[in-house]
């Protein structure tokens, strides 16, 4: 095979992968299901640490130029009428690849590394897999592909199996079948291992199958899998050997058993969707090793669900939208984390400070638990501003649902544009709730902050104008009086029988008193949890990108510029992003990052 | 010209004052007749006994603490030895202390200080010194016998003068000598005119019958004392003025006011029970604060209980230092309050201008930013938001007694170690009990290594790093876990500190330090009432030198035996403090060892 051919053959194959991997699929229901495309991962040893597979279908192609289709029905100047996929991977890869190769390329094609230790050595031990529906097209490629190649081959018939061995290089073997065609620079695994078939696969260990399992969109285009244990075991004897003292902690990793998936799919048929999965085998020795023997890591499985209604606190032009659930445990578990991380970075500290002679506990701090630090001066701080205990008297009660929201907006003081941010939460326990605004209005009374009360709807805001105010500059490029002018700038402590909220003027005055469409109410919304979201997710990020592009437009900032223009044309494609995440137990967790289309 | 008169009685003066002003008293009214031939404006005016008893009695004192020191005292070295060299050297060998002074000079002697302008007007010495005479003809003796050179050759004249006999010098800088029935004025030619008043006419307005004076008399705690001092810092203040033109100073000043705020301050030494060294100071308050003076609101200052030293019952004897006082909540409450309406305005009205002034803009936006009320609010609004206690009522269950107390104690793997105990009496048993719950909430935000049971706070602690640098050096093993340190609250106290000294506080034995001969020794002579107290408790350092302490490995033999000679010339030392609406009182005292 001429390199040209063989590139063009991987490029193509990959490209039509990498190109799934972008789908938007409108015109085919699903992805295939992952049992199918991982289905190659039968002739992939079980100790394979990396994996991954793709749908390289026609089907692929076709999905593509539907994804051109939505594309250009909001950017048609981007995307020109006679635009398709095919011809772009053609090409890309060259060597006709739609007349010469993907007549007899099957559906699927996998990668993977056969043997971890050799990701450390000058040539990593690979093979590619590539599904065939034409085993005597595929041989005349190779012929073709071989007589014009620099390196000389050797032909075989291995059980039913016919084996091309690079003599000259020994870095392209072929092995083709009647369904399936093998590369690899790894002849023995060619030669012995797959036409015998008698070795442990892959696709049988439950720990690939188990990972697997936690990609929950019906089908994907692609999907790559990590044996992250083993490939942190490796890399640190390799670049550190026995003694380095971050050993026990690489150890510890490994003997955790991690693994990590990763898929790529559509949703809804316009919604660009990566998942990933995280499957920690042995979550109580990863626990131990970095907190102690004692110690248990929080367990993030604990959160509940978000309520997707929670959405109705805020208005229809949310832009960016933090949601998630009991905010106090997650406060108290972030806590956790930075003493997880600190202890991760005391052990590296540790061996650094050894060669100086020097310890630890000689440097202010370094060997203190950074979490308890961070809760014990988040404490101090917060009593401070406002005379509350953060643990005691807030976080507490913070056990429903939360949002942190940041919206641009318009203004109708020479200001002319504002920023709308805040924090909502559920009204858990009345009392305790009331309790904050109180002291907050104490605290302020105390600071000598000027503060009033106001009531919307059926709640009560406590209103510091001054604690926004005092942050603008005296030579600010618009005078004082604008600002005092620009009632979006009180800063507002509310409540409601319903939720908590605390932040600018426009939002605390919309989550008391809910008036007109509300966030929830918005399609694109409506569509990110139906379809964007994963299910049961425990945290949610969403940016409304409909209502930033209006913002802009109300704002005048898009027609500042050329650049702000164009910026605002692509935006028009895009009708939301969205992150989200669930942990399913301390050992089995996701997420979904979302990129919605919008459908003009 | 000779000015060793005046040098000599000088350096009296303030060897008296440091020790033997402290020794054996003459009640004030005899120490301060003098004080009868001075006019009330004076800004210092010093005196001490002059009798020869009383020389001989200092004499023996040096002696005493000579011979403890290994080191005895020749009777040459004394104060009747060094008069007597004196005089001979002064008198070119024709007098000797007991024929050329003995016999004239009188029971006191008064340094004085007339005007604060002298100070600022610099030059020579603005001092006066004022010696009762018993022997006018002998004391004219002794001054032509001193200044029988000079009153050859005409540097010095005799002038008589309404009854004085003045011998004064053509250098106006040099020392002159006037004499009459009762009195020798020693002082510079430059004050000619205020000597001849004082030798020569009664003044009208003597410093005797000044207010002030008597004022700061009557506040000094003490009827006798050995030296006596009055100090009117006004007059240095109202001078100011005509040597710093308000032109001059950047912010607006009323030293008029400033000069009232300064009152008047008195001063007593003495020896009291024959080996406790006394020195007492009393400060006459101002009619307004000094505050005042700079457009600035007076601050607050309230009462305070008297201490009730049976409190240091709750102290183990081998407390090093005692510090002890009352009402802790009040004195923080009024800090805090008192930063905020003097913090505030100086930063603001008095501070950031002169920043501009200078044109650092920037600088003065930062500090115009800045507030105490702001400073203080976030401090009370953590104590309540972390502890659980509104401010005021924290600061009320710390109003009763309160006590801290340091020990130095020998360890067998540091050679010695620290014991501290802060011991609070507990006014709110409700409130203390949330008090030590709140700090052990906060030690656990802070995840810190400690325990909390039964209501009382475990921290487990290291010794002090320079103790454990001693072990080091030795080489010796070292066991760096030092004693737990614990916060709890009975009904009676509430008590943070050092395992044994906190387990000695709420379950205190005989063995305290109030049981120990030092303090109840000591305690006979605080003053009455005081509302504070630090005790230096110099017995307790015995046991670190002893043969067999754990130090001895380490510390020489001859080391030891000088350390523990030193230590014990003294017993223990004292301040007592007591201050009211009207005056304020120190004590300090240094018990010597039997």
């Keep these: 095979m001429t390199k040209k051919g063989l590139l063009g053959l991987l490029t193509g194959v990959l490209l039509a992968g990498l190109l799934g991997l972008v789908d938007t699929a409108p015109v085919r229901a699903d992805a295939p299901p992952v049992s199918d495309l991982a289905a190659l991962a039968r002739y992939y040893p079980s100790e394979t640490a990396l994996f991954a597979t793709f749908d390289i279908s026609e089907q692929v192609f076709d999905d593509l130029d539907g994804l051109l289709g939505v594309l250009r029905t909001s950017i048609p100047d981007l995307i020109p009428s006679d635009a398709n996929s095919r011809d772009l991977v053609d090409e890309l890869a060259g060597s006709g690849f739609l007349t010469t190769i993907r007549p007899w390329v099957g559906n699927y094609i996998a990668a993977g590394i056969l043997d971890v230790e050799s990701l450390m050595g000058s040539q990593p031990s690979v093979l590619v897999a590539i599904e065939i529906t034409g085993r005597d097209a595929a041989r005349d490629f190779l012929d073709l592909s071989m007589s014009n190649a620099s390196s000389r081959y050797v032909e075989s018939e291995v059980r039913g199996y016919t084996l091309f061995v690079d003599t000259s290089f020994q870095q392209m073997n072929y092995l083709l079948g009647d369904d399936i065609l093998f590369i690899s620079n790894n002849l023995d695994y060619l030669e012995t291992t797959i036409p015998s078939g008698d070795f442990a696969k892959l696709s049988d260990e439950t720990i690939f199958q188990e990972t697997l399992g936690l990609l929950t969109a019906p089908g994907y285009y692609g999907v790559f899998y990590m044996d992250t244990s083993a490939l942190l075991s490796v890399t640190a004897q390799d670049e550190f050997g026995d003694d380095f003292p971050m050993m026990e902690l690489y150890q510890s990793m490994v003997d955790a058993d991690i693994h990590q998936t990763f898929g790529v799919t559509v949703l809804d048929g316009h919604t660009l969707t990566l998942d990933y999965a995280n499957n920690i085998g042995s979550y109580e020795n990863f626990a131990s090793v970095l907190l102690g023997d004692d110690a248990v890591l929080p367990d993030p499985s604990a959160y509940p669900p978000v309520d997707g209604t929670f959405a109705r606190y805020l208005p229809a032009r949310s832009q960016l939208v933090i949601q998630g659930t009991a905010l106090g445990s997650q406060i108290s578990g972030m806590f956790d984390i930075f003493t997880l991380y600190g202890n991760i970075f005391q052990q590296m500290m540790a061996d650094e400070l050894y060669g100086y002679g020097m310890g630890l506990s000689e440097i202010p701090f370094l060997d203190s638990d950074w979490g308890g630090l961070a809760q014990g001066w988040s404490t101090v701080t917060f009593a401070g501003l406002t005379g509350l205990n953060l643990n005691d008297e807030v976080l507490s009660w913070m056990t429903g649902d939360f949002a942190l929201f940041l919206d641009l907006i318009a203004v109708e003081s020479d200001l002319t544009l504002s920023l709308d941010m805040g924090f909502i939460t559920q009204n858990t326990d009345s009392a305790a709730v009331n309790n904050v605004q109180e002291k907050m209005a104490s605290a302020a009374e105390r600071y000598g902050l000027v503060n009033t009360t106001e009531t919307h709807g059926g709640g009560s805001a406590l209103v510091l104008p001054q604690l926004v105010r005092v942050l603008f500059p ?50 694109a919304y409506t569509s990110a949890v139906e379809s964007a979201f994963l299910p049961g997710s425990q945290s949610i990020f969403y940016i409304g990108f409909d209502a930033l592009a209006e913002a802009l437009r109300e704002t005048d900032l898009a027609g500042m510029s050329r650049d702000m223009a164009e910026v605002m044309y692509i935006l028009g494609a895009v009708e939301s992003a969205t992150i989200s995440t669930v942990s399913h137990s301390t050992a089995h967790s996701a997420g979904r990052l979302t990129l919605t289309l919008a459908q003009r | ?188 030619a430059v004050y000619d005119d205020l000597a001849r008043q004082i030798l020569t006419t009664t003044p009208n307005e003597p410093l005797s019958e000044s207010d002030d004076f008597n004022a700061a008399l009557e506040a000094l705690p003490g009827d006798d004392y050995s030296a006596f001092g009055y100090l009117n810092l006004e007059g240095i203040f109202t001078s ?86 009352t009402n802790a909540g009040s004195q923080i409450r009024e800090m805090m309050d008192n930063v905020v309406s003097i913090g505030d305005p100086f930063l603001h009205d008095i501070l950031v201008p002169l920043i501009r002034m200078a044109g650092e803009d920037e600088a003065a936006n930062v500090v115009d930013a800045f507030s105490f009320n702001t400073l203080t609010t976030f401090a009370e609004l953590t104590v309540e938001g972390t502890i659980g206690l509104p401010i005021d009522q924290l600061y009320g269950l710390l109003n009763g007694q309160y ?58 602690t290291t010794k002090p790093l320079a103790t454990m640098m001693l072990a080091i050096d030795s080489e010796r093993e070292l066991n760096s876990v030092g004693p737990d340190m614990l916060i709890t609250a009975s009904d009676e106290l509430i008590v943070v500190g050092s395992r044994p000294q906190v387990e000695f ?70 301040m007592t403090a007591l201050s009211t609406e009207a005056t304020t009182q120190f004590r300090f005292t240094l018990t010597m060892g039997k």
């Design chain 1, 474 to 523: 005296p030579d600010f490029m618009v005078s004082k009086d604008v600002i005092d002018a620009t009632p979006e700038l009180d800063v507002m402590i509310g409540v409601s029988d319903d939720v908590f909220v605390a932040g600018s003027r426009p939002g605390v005055e919309y989550a008391l008193n809910p008036s007109g469409e509300s966030l929830a109410d918005t399609a």
């Design chain 2, 403 to 460: 006590a801290s107390a340091f020990s130095i104690i020998p360890d067998p793997d540091t050679y010695v170690t620290f014991d501290s105990l802060q011991v609070f009496e507990n006014l709110d048993a409700a409130g203390s009990g949330q008090l030590v719950e709140g700090v052990a909430s906060l030690l656990g935000d802070f995840r810190a290594d400690y325990t909390y049971a039964d209501g009382v706070i475990t921290v487990p």
């Design chain 2, 240 to 325: 100011l003025p005509e040597f710093m033109p308000t032109s001059a100073i950047p912010i607006s000043v009323d030293f008029g006011v400033l000069a009232d705020s300064m009152g008047v301050q008195s001063f007593g030494a003495t020896l009291l029970d024959g080996r406790v060294l006394t020195f007492d100071a009393a400060f006459v308050h101002g009619g307004v604060s000094v505050f005042e003076a700079f457009g600035l609101p007076a601050p607050s200052v309230g009462t305070r209980d008297a201490l009730d030293l049976s409190f240091a019952r709750h102290v183990p004897s081998n407390a090093f230092v005692y510090s002890h006082s």
């Design chain 2, 1 to 188: 010209m000779k000015k060793l008169m005046l040098m000599f009685m000088s350096s009296l003066f303030g060897l008296t004052l440091v020790i033997g002003g402290t020794a054996f008293a003459a009640p004030t009214a005899e120490l301060t007749a003098l004080a009868a031939y001075v006019p009330a404006n004076v800004t210092l005016f010093a005196a001490v006994r002059t009798d020869h008893a009383f020389f001989e009695e200092l004499d023996a004192l040096a002696a005493q603490i000579g011979g403890k020191m290994g080191s005895p005292v020749d009777a040459d070295d004394g104060i009747v030895g060094g008069l007597n060299d004196a005089t001979i050297f002064s008198s070119n060998g024709a007098l000797d202390y007991e024929t050329g002074v003995r016999s004239w000079l009188g029971d006191s002697a008064a340094m004085v200080f007339p005007h604060a302008a002298a100070l600022f007007r610099g030059g020579d010495s603005p001092l006066l010194l004022v010696v009762s005479v018993t022997d006018r003809p002998a004391a004219q003796t002794f001054v032509e016998a001193i200044f029988a050179d000079a009153l050859a050759s005409g540097e010095v004249v005799v002038e008589e003068a309404d009854g004085a006999t003045l011998y004064i010098a053509s250098n106006r800088g040099d020392e002159s000598y006037g004499v009459t029935d009762n009195l020798m004025v020693i002082y510079p």
């Design chain 2, 505 to 574: 506080a709420l379950a205190p034995s005989d063995d305290s330090l109030a049981a120990t001969d030092a303090f109840t020794y000591d305690s006979q002579f605080f003053l009455s009432g005081a509302q504070s107290l630090s005790f230096v408790n110099i017995a307790a350092l015995y046991p670190l030198f002893a043969d067999d302490a754990p130090l001895a490995e380490v510390a020489p033999q001859t080391d030891r035996d000088q350390i523990n000679m030193a230590i014990g010339l003294f017993d223990s030392a004292s």
